[in-house]
């Protein structure tokens, strides 16, 4: 499988690699090229479908949501291209989904309404929100992310 950057991915396997080597992660090494490919694919899928971005496409036909037009990072600079930032963001994602579903079916989390613990039963408030988030990867792509009326990031659901 060939994956191209701006197309399939954000960050393609030597970037991912280059990120990893510096920081000493081998299990990202480890795992074969495939894998790795795979593993990328999955992670822009996952940023792709959860979080709005700052500005606006470049060319409404492009595949995937980066490069920008109009887009400032929190500090009011000019973003071109796609983002290290986001590209860091793929690399992290695609190192669990070397091992781990992104997004794997939940019935629902969130906030607990009742809990009994002989026979266990749980009860989650309607609202409450169902899936997975990546705190270090929030953090990644603060200030590239539309923040709502409170400033907290627009991720969706």
Request: glycine share 8%; aromatic share 6%.
């Amino acid at each position: 499988m060939t994956v191209a950057v701006g197309v399939d991915v954000y960050a393609d396997r030597a970037e991912a690699d280059a990120y990893f080597a510096v920081r000493g992660v081998t299990a990202w090494s480890d795992a074969d090229e495939a894998a790795r490919d795979a593993a990328l694919v999955r992670a822009t899928g996952w940023l792709e479908g959860h979080y709005r971005w700052v500005g606006r496409l470049v060319d409404p036909s492009q595949p995937l949501a980066w490069p920008r037009a109009g887009a400032r990072d929190s500090e009011g600079r000019v973003v071109d291209g796609i983002p290290d930032r986001v590209k860091a963001a793929c690399a992290e994602l695609a190192l669990i989904a070397l091992t781990q579903d992104l997004a794997p079916p939940l019935e629902r989390g969130g906030r607990v309404l009742s809990e009994r613990v002989g026979s266990v039963e749980i009860s989650y408030a309607a609202e409450a929100p169902a899936g997975r988030s990546f705190p270090a990867v929030d953090a990644l792509l603060r200030g590239l992310t539309r923040p709502t009326e409170n400033g907290v990031p627009v991720r969706r659901a």
